[in-house]
């Protein structure tokens, strides 16, 4: 299962930049790529089970899936559901996979100095 590595990758990076700053971590916001093989109900789980773990289950995890790009050598340039498909314009398989292929933790929230 590599949502648990890369959720406790993840982790630490968040916890180091929220300490760097002095502020208790609130919220992790990740983007999962449709081609990232990654499974976002997985990730979302291992996240919230190393958060119990530091007993920080006050910690907020929203994961956002995203949409998968790609640009066609005909010159198509959109979304594309899987590998599988040929291009809806050309219905060619040479293309440049743009986006989607990521996992990726996109920002980090923490307490203010109010909080």
Do not use: W
């Amino acid at each position: 299962m590599h949502e648990l590595s890369l959720s406790a990758g993840m982790l630490d990076i968040a916890l180091e930049a929220a300490k760097a700053h002095g502020h208790a971590l609130r919220a992790l916001n990740i983007k999962v790529g449709a081609l990232s093989s990654a499974s976002a109900e997985a990730l979302d789980f291992c996240m919230k089970m190393l958060l119990d773990e530091r007993s920080m289950g006050d910690v907020e995890v929203r994961i956002r899936e995203a949409p998968a790009r790609a640009r066609c050598e005909c010159g198509y340039e959109g979304e594309i559901k899987n590998l599988f498909e040929g291009c809806p314009r050309c219905g060619g398989f040479q293309r440049d996979i743009l986006d989607g292929q990521d996992v990726t933790l996109d920002t980090i929230e923490v307490a203010n100095d109010k909080d």
